[in-house]
């Protein structure tokens, strides 16, 4: 038996995918959440094999939450799903410890054989995404983009490049606003950019807005 939660803030996704999830004699559905708040009271309370996550649930976003639960709950696996860009995200949370990530353009049937995948211990990403990574060049070029940049450094830019301030990137990654402005650099550095608006520019092009 496969003990899955999910968590996402939509009522109609959550619904959506339990009644796709309990449609399988081995899984079970614990229980869903719509905020990181009510993940961590939940996992304080239940112990499931599979967290569902949805890459940018409320309060805290996707890859920060995931880093939580990994330092916290080291024994739970979590599969993200998302309507963001595959090509950027996937990596990064691979990088950041998920066991898969999964497309909500993907069909039905995926769900129900990623969430298997993960809660056997196995990884899960899409054929589509594979397909990608094999062949086509402009996900080569964003992955020489990742061997240039930390996991950390993309959740920032991705950020900035939202049009959230020091401030606001400060307290959704629960970082000071110093160490906002040294990464806000070190992008440039890296990047080889000198001002905001060409960093900006580098985040569009790599669909990170």
Not at 50 to 62: A, K, S
Not at 125 to 142: P, S, V, Y
Not at 168 to 188: C, F, P
């Amino acid at each position: 038996m496969i003990n899955i939660l999910i968590a996402d803030n939509h009522p109609i996704v959550r619904l959506g995918i339990k009644e796709v999830l309990n449609t399988v004699s081995d899984f079970k559905v614990l229980g869903d959440v719509s905020t990181t708040t009510e993940l961590f009271n939940a996992l304080e309370k239940v112990k499931p094999d599979v967290v569902l996550l949805e890459m940018d649930i409320p309060e805290i976003n996707g890859i920060a939450t995931l880093r939580k639960m990994k330092k916290e709950y080291p024994d739970v696996k979590v599969l993200i799903y998302s309507g963001q860009s595959e090509d950027v995200y996937a990596l990064s949370t691979i990088r950041a410890g998920a066991f898969g990530y999964l497309s909500k353009t993907s069909d039905l049937d995926y769900i129900i054989t990623a969430v298997k995948k993960v809660g056997d211990g196995k990884m899960f990403i899409t054929n589509e995404l594979a397909q990608r990574l094999a062949f086509d060049e402009g996900t080569q070029k964003q992955r020489r983009f990742f061997r240039k940049l930390s996991t950390r450094e993309v959740e920032v830019l991705k950020l900035l490049a939202s049009g959230k301030r020091n401030k606001d990137v400060a307290e959704g990654l629960n970082l000071n606003e110093k160490t906002v402005s040294t990464y806000k650099s070190r992008l440039m550095k890296k990047l080889n950019v000198d001002n905001l608006v060409d960093l900006l520019q580098q985040a569009k092009a790599l669909e990170l807005y």
